[in-house]
């Protein structure tokens, strides 16, 4: 699901660039919980909220209703 999404400013998925990981995806189906943890490219990468917010809404929307989608980490 994550792995499509393309990074903002270069023509590779966010999981090419490792901004992603399976590693950093942490899911508990029985209280229907998922934390993602991203890491930018860059330690002060301006595209942070924006690939925040690219994740947090492929989630809501891949994800069954019973899931609450909580703020994202981004790790420095």
Request: glycine share 2%; hydrophobic share 40%; with cysteine.
């Given at each position: ?8 400013e270069h ?16 899911v508990d ?14 330690e002060h ?32």
């Open positions: 699901m994550a792995r499509d999404i393309k990074d903002p023509p590779y998925s966010l999981e090419e660039l490792k901004v992603i990981t399976e590693d950093a995806i942490e189906d029985k209280h229907s919980y998922v934390r993602v943890t991203f890491t930018p490219t860059v990468c301006s595209m942070a909220t924006v690939i925040g917010l690219c994740l947090r809404v492929k989630l809501m929307r891949s994800l069954p209703s019973r899931y609450k989608v909580c703020p994202l980490f981004c790790h420095v």
